[in-house]
């Protein structure tokens, strides 16, 4: 567990180590990844049960990350969480890492499940919930979604089935940036008003600023304490955020710093003198 | 004397069954088709195993993947055609490339599901499947040969693709008869040309068998209810011992048992293949019976397409 301002100081941590790893890829995804830095380090830092030195303990609580592109967020959080050294994270994308580009169970362990085909993870997040409740286990299941990952179809499939089967083992995440490869989300295909529909579809839904640590921390809270039905926290973020050319701006979705700009987003996180 | 007649779709539904009683951790999923494919018969049993996702192809596989990755052994079960559609790209990126342990039970594939057409026969399943690295791809050839299979896959680990289909077919196998994933079954042991077929087909072959034994052409008849993997041993000692082969394919030949055995004879031990199969159309509604006879995948078809290979070795002996 870490007091709030320890989280803050990850949060800058992670936040420094994907404008990093990307720029030294000289490829990867920093928009959706900035945007779910405080999901990520509250959820590791003070939410899940799990042990970083042993990746594949069988009580721990699974993480799933369904929108694969973002796993520069994960893989910085995981390094500063103690899964392994920061050292490795500027290996990402690079022939033989174990940090591929969409994150591969078969090569770094503490993923559970490869992703990158948007849409798949809350189904796979339901499913090992199922196994947890069958067999009596205390084990929860956490779920990252991108807001535009919520337009493929199987997502909706998959709400319908955590609300029937009851499964308040769930915790869905949707990182609400509100923007998409194309662009604004509602310019798109609408979402809106997504809280509505997650309801309707019998989930318990919980709202917060996705940036501020406290009360992402009482989300996480609230859906531990949610019985009966799944929980989803939508929490409101920035694309791009801390760094303020990137901050709400489409194009760094899927574009790293170059050697410029990465020093300024590196003087933006630390401030000057850093 | 009449040969007995069931759908090897039974013999997956018996193989639940058994699995519910020999395996707790075994949890059969189902897509709105559970009386169609027999995972009903595991549901009346052992209700609280058993999950119905409704009619969602895609979040059933995805469910199967968490279900495997909480240590259970899930069959994901519904028609062919949808789950080798729909479903692909969940079957290839979270349950191939994670290599999970999911079954994956694709019921009234081939033409078995003749009366409701085109939309409904799963031609391209063993294609698409078979393409995908870490999975197994099995067709049984009657009901018995079903349930020894539905249990198998039960005790490996990783991705299984099992093919089912709706019509009863002729139960000529054993249930003391041996079945190993991956170990073809020779059948008939003949010299002059080697017949290849996986699932109902089989019995075909071994029909053809007897037709051209009475022109006097020994064949040997191979059971592969393995596609992938390939008994590849099995192929190429037939290769050698009779020079000749011909496949048949329920399904698309392009990708399918006959494209397996080829590309591993074209660079072990070349020989005449000649394939007979489904050849690059979509079929129309019929009785499957009605199109086997139509789309050629009869003894008599088989029997032709022997001799053609039988030809073809004596040509290739000749240019030698
Ligand atoms: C099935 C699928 N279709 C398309 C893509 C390509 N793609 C990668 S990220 C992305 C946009 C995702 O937007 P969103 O979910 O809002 O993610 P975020 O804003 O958090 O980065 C797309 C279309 C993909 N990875 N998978
Ligand atoms: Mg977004």
Redesign the interface.
């Known amino acids: 567990m870490e007091n709030v301002e320890r989280l803050k100081e990850i949060c800058k941590d992670v936040r420094a180590d994907i404008v990093r790893m990307t720029n030294a890829a000289g490829s990867g995804h920093p928009g959706g990844s900035l945007s779910a830095v405080e999901a990520m380090v509250v959820l590791y830092g003070n939410v899940m049960n799990h042990r970083p030195s042993e990746p594949s303990w069988p009580g721990r609580d699974r993480f799933f990350l369904s929108k694969g592109h973002a796993c520069p967020v994960v893989y910085a959080t995981m390094a500063r969480t103690g899964y392994f050294p920061v050292d490795e994270l500027v290996t990402l994308r690079k022939l033989g890492t174990r940090l591929q580009g969409h994150p591969s169970c078969m090569t770094l362990p503490g993923i559970e499940v490869s992703s990158g085909s948007l849409g798949q993870g809350l189904s796979v997040a339901n499913g090992f919930a199922l196994s947890a409740k069958i067999d009596r286990k205390p084990y929860r299941a956490f779920c990252l979604l991108g807001d535009g990952e919520l337009q493929e179809g199987q997502i909706w499939e998959a709400m319908m089935t955590a609300a029937h089967y009851k499964l308040d083992n769930v915790c869905a995440i949707v990182d609400y940036n509100g923007l998409q490869i194309d662009g604004e989300i509602e310019k798109v295909m609408g979402l809106a008003p997504l809280e509505e529909k997650w309801r309707s579809f019998n989930w318990h839904v919980i709202e917060c600023d996705g940036h501020d640590v406290e009360q992402v921390l009482a989300a996480y809270e609230e859906s531990r304490q949610t019985q009966g039905k799944p929980s989803v926290i939508i929490m409101k973020t920035v694309k791009g955020k801390g760094i303020s050319f990137m901050e709400n701006v489409a194009g760094w979705h899927g574009k790293p710093c170059n050697q410029e700009e990465m020093k300024q987003a590196l003087e933006e996180i630390y401030g000057k003198g850093i | 004397m009449s040969m007995k007649m069931l759908p090897t779709r039974d013999g997956y539904g018996h193989g639940l069954i058994e699995l519910g009683a020999m395996n707790p951790n075994v949890?059969v999923l189902d897509a709105d088709l559970a009386k169609s494919t027999r995972s009903d018969w595991f549901q009346a049993k052992y209700p609280?195993?058993f999950?119905d996702?409704?009619i969602?192809e895609?979040?059933?596989?995805?469910?199967?993947?968490?279900?495997?990755?909480?240590?259970?052994i899930?069959f994901a079960t519904t028609y062919a055609v949808f789950v080798a559609g729909r479903a692909w790209?969940?079957v290839?990126?979270?349950v191939c490339?994670?290599?999970?342990n999911v079954k994956i039970a694709g019921a009234h594939g081939g033409i078995s599901a003749g009366g409701d057409g085109a939309t409904h026969q799963s031609l391209e399943d063993i294609a698409v499947m078979r393409v995908l690295p870490n999975m197994t791809v099995i067709i049984p050839c009657d009901a018995n040969e079903a349930k020894k299979a539905t249990i198998a896959v039960s005790k490996i680990d990783g991705p299984c693709y099992l093919r089912f289909a709706r019509e009863a077919t002729p139960v000529f196998t054993e249930e003391s008869d041996p079945f190993e994933i991956g170990k073809a079954i020779v059948l008939r042991p003949g010299k002059d040309v080697t017949i290849i077929a996986a699932g109902p087909l089989v019995y075909e072959a071994l029909l053809a068998h007897d037709q051209l034994a009475a022109e006097g052409i020994a064949a040997r008849v191979i059971n592969m209810h393995t596609i992938k993997p390939l008994d590849e041993a099995t192929v190429l000692k037939a290769a050698r011992d009779t020079g000749a082969i011909v496949t048949i394919d329920e399904a698309q030949m392009a990708g399918g048992l006959g494209s397996a055995v080829a590309e591993f004879l074209v660079s072990h031990f070349p020989i005449p293949v000649e394939r007979i199969g489904i050849n690059d159309t979509f079929l129309e509604c019929g009785l499957p019976e009605e199109l086997a006879v139509k789309y050629q995948l009869k003894a008599k078809d088989l029997a032709s397409a022997a001799k053609k290979a039988v030809a073809r070795k004596v040509v290739c002996r000749s240019d030698g």
Do not use: C, E, N, W
Not at chain 2, 58 to 72: C, E, S, V, W
């Open positions: 949890i609280d195993r999950f996702i409704g969602a895609q979040d059933m596989i995805g469910t199967a993947a968490g279900l495997a990755l909480g240590g259970k899930p790209d969940q290839r990126t979270t490339y994670s290599k999970l």
